[in-house]
């Protein structure tokens, strides 16, 4: 049944390649939108540009380890304290995703994503600085999930990094209530909700049968500060805030749009 709802969404999605995410309300008046280029040609090593931003470097093979298990890490690759303190079992490299994301002033974040994964398959060790206890415990008690995605974000080589975490499942089946989190602890974070409403060329608007189109990510106080299209090639929608919390939003949005199931 969820792989049925998961395919009906995509062939909306495909059907809606003339329609655009709809934005309401004044929050959103003004906001810069930017075309998503070279989603498509990510596997012949093509850059993804969108805005100020482009992909330095990508690789769908990043993760470490033995043929069934990797490691989600705390602390940046290149710090002498880095760590595996999440492993995954049952794995595939077509799960994987790295990017490297730079804007034009030299700022850059990197991405590690791992999607299409079993909660159950997820070991969460134990780690002061790592928010993914968190984002469970925002997701809902007892939380369970068998298709989501998880990526950690850091900008600027920063020793520590953004968890984003979606259950893509219930982000489909249940995208009024959904609510999935970015997070780095418990005072830092955002919030990610699903966009159902579209509007075409014209600026006409509805609202999808089911399934979501997109995202709008948000602060802890429920500013809007960034949303994402899903459709076709994808747009990627920024308010203007400082570098670093832009690249963040960036790099988030980007995760988003290209968590390895949509590749």
Sequence with gaps: MTMLI?????????NAQSMFIALEGEEWKGVKDYPVKGKQGLLTKEKLTFGEYKTLDVDRSWTKGGGTTTGITVGNPTDDFYKKVITVDKYHKKQTLFFSLGDNEGNQSETYSVSQLDTKDFNIGKSDVSAFNLLLDLAGPGVQSANFSFSRIYVGGAAEGWDLFIDNEAAVAHPKKYLGYL??????????TPVTKVQNKKGKAGIMPFGSVGFEIRNKEGKALAAVSLIDSGIIYLKETDAK???????????????????
Excluded: G, H, Q
């Excluded at 998961?6 to 495909?14: G, P």
């Design 6 to 14: 998961l395919l009906a969404a995509r062939m909306v999605s495909i």
């Design 183 to 192: 997070a780095k602890n418990e005072n830092e974070f955002y919030t990610i």
């Design 245 to 263: 919390e832009r690249m963040l939003l960036a790099s988030a949005c980007a995760a988003l749009l290209l968590r390895p199931e949509d590749l």
